[in-house]
């Protein structure tokens, strides 16, 4: 996940290779009219759970993620997401995740019977910990052109589950935004891609323009973070850099999929990057820079 650090409201930053997610390289720099600076004031139209409510009335999620190598982030993503709604199913082709998984508040459900949780979830996150490549040994060249068994399997994996839950209300993260076609991006969809994936997937056209065209909502991570459904775009600024580290996006994923369960996903998308980046700057008052993405899930605050 990208960073800002916080402090004053500063220009939406450069990329290095010029391009910038609001505009495309033949535009000239303008600031459309329907970008809003997103604030704790918008955090009062989330949905709140009600004092008489009873088990599973404040949403149930399943998150489908996780490999051999990155056992880690889809436990991340459970961890985030347990904190927003009843109920976390958790599903992934690794079975020995099931060993290494220690926490206590989500339900872990076999392989053959994931499609059964999705089918009862109000949201479905896929992607944190799926593998693109075999190995960290596959060159440069290779990774950029070819596609190996993993990938393929993690391929087929994302196009079979966003095919035949097409109504669902997904979160697509990770390894499944790096194997997958655009395409097959279900309508109303939340896409929570870093610069680099942002370019794998849509290329150089503008934020706006991705989200309208795949009638989707995006989440482009960078240090001002922009999320749009192509008419309405949020600027969602502070964080630091410490939201560098590996895992952070995959706790902005579980946070995103947790909202989602019970609120609209612009605002779920929103409203979880706003989350993450406050989250992240309180952190620092305590730890500076010394912090992680388990902190970082631990230290979600949503005002009641």
Known sequence: MGSATAGARRPSPRLRSGWHPLRSRSQTP???????????????KLWRPREDSVGEDNGQV??????????GAPILAVKAASRLVDMVFFGSPERDLEKVAKLNSFIWVPWEEVEDYVAKSDAVLIGPGFMRFRSEKTASEERRLACDDECRKNKEITGRFLEKFPD????????????????????????????????????EIKVEE??????????????????SDGEITYEVEGGNAGLTKGGTGDVLAGVIVGLAAKNGPLLA???GTYVIKKAAEKLFLEKGYGYNADDLAEGIVIPA
């Open 30 to 44: 303008a600031r459309n009219y329907m970008n809003k600076l997103f604030t704790s004031k918008d955090l009062e």
């Open 62 to 71: 399943t998150i489908i993620g996780g490999s051999r190598l990155f056992h």
């Open 168 to 203: 669902k209300q997904w979160v697509i993260d990770g390894g499944s935004l790096q194997v997958m076609d655009p395409k097959l991006i279900p309508k109303g969809a939340i896409v929570t891609p870093n610069k680099h994936e942002y370019e794998m997937l849509f290329g």
């Open 210 to 227: 991705a989200a309208k065209k795949y009638k989707c909502i995006v989440v482009y991570k960078g240090p001002v973070s922009y999320v």
């Open 269 to 271: 998308a929103a409203a």
